[in-house]
């Protein structure tokens, strides 16, 4: 690669990875947790002792946007990006910018399920079932965790490649 791509350095590629990544998770995050709450607060207005009960469902989408967070702090932590002074090739920015994406595009497409499918889950809680709520939920959240795991991973394996 030259010195530029799309003509952004190295640096600018990886900090727009981690960037991207905490932004499109949270933006999910954020939608998920509105459809959630929509719903919840109506339940909640017609009996408010429910509300132990639909908390978790209102703020599981959220975790999305943690993990996106997350993202972003290990690529200024791993890539040394806090102090500024560092000079990332841009094979090594686009690389790193690749490495986030999972965890960005995931995180934004299943905070947003996850919000819907936690609304639906609110409607058991409602009706005073006593099936778990949350399992309906917990299932979208575990390929927001597979893209953050495959994100860390390819991080560190980024990580090791550019130190060694």
């Known amino acids: 690669m030259s010195e530029t791509f799309l003509g952004m350095a190295g640096t600018q590629w990886a900090l727009l990875g981690a960037g991207v990544a905490a932004i499109l998770a949270g933006v999910g995050s954020a939608i998920g947790i509105t459809a959630a709450s929509s719903l919840i607060s109506g339940v909640l207005s017609e009996d408010d002792t429910k509300f132990g009960q639909l908390l978790p469902l209102a703020a599981m989408p959220g975790t ?3 993990y996106g967070f997350i993202v972003a702090v290990l690529v200024m932590v791993f890539f040394d990006l806090l102090g500024g ?31 819907r499918t936690a609304a639906a889950s609110a409607g058991i809680v409602a009706a005073g079932k006593r099936a778990p709520a949350l399992v309906f939920p917990a299932l979208v959240e575990t390929y927001a ?9 390819m991080l560190l394996g980024l990580q090791q490649g550019f130190a060694g």
């Open 64 to 66: 999305q946007g943690i």
């Open 145 to 153: 965790i597979f893209a953050l795991i495959v994100t860390i991973l």
């Open 85 to 115: 002074n560092v000079k990332l090739t841009t094979e090594a920015g686009v690389a790193i910018f690749m490495a986030c994406l999972p965890t960005g595009f995931l995180g934004l497409v299943t905070a947003i399920y996850q919000g």
